[in-house]
Nanobody, 116 residues
Framework: EVQLVESGGGLVQPGGTLRLSCAAS????????MYWVRQAPGKGLEWISR????????PDVHSATGRFTISRDDATSTLYLELNSLNTNDTAMYYC?????????RGQGTQVTVSS
């Protein structure tokens, strides 16, 4: 059974940094395309970044979130997202998703709130 558990969110001031984690079980993160997506209050799902299965391809980043860096640790089957230079527009629930950003299985999410 595929399970994804996000963590690392919280309240941060503008300009701050957070590192989100996504612990995967039932598969290894290196064997699948993996995405980070987010959903702000009252808005639709937005993909942030993706990393290909295997290796050799540079991760893709959405133009609006070029401040964010996706990575993974195949040994622990954990996906990461480093959020830099956060601003209030980054306030959202963040999810990791397996396979396809809008239809794949995802976790319960971790809330990121940017506020002074």
């Amino acid at each position: 059974e595929v399970q994804l558990v996000e963590s690392g969110g919280g309240l941060v001031q503008p300009g701050g940094t957070l590192r989100l984690s996504c612990a995967a079980s039932g598969f290894t993160v290196g064997s699948s395309w993996m995405y980070w997506v987010r959903q702000a209050p009252g808005k639709g799902l937005e993909w942030i970044s993706r990393i290909a299965a295997g290796g050799g391809r540079t991760p893709d980043v959405h133009s609006a979130t070029g401040r964010f860096t996706i990575s993974r640790d195949d040994a622990t089957s954990t996906l990461y997202l480093e959020l830099n230079s956060l601003n209030t527009n980054d306030t959202a629930m963040y999810y990791c998703v397996k396979g396809h950003w809008s239809s794949g299985p995802r976790g319960q999410g971790t809330q990121v709130t940017v506020s002074s």
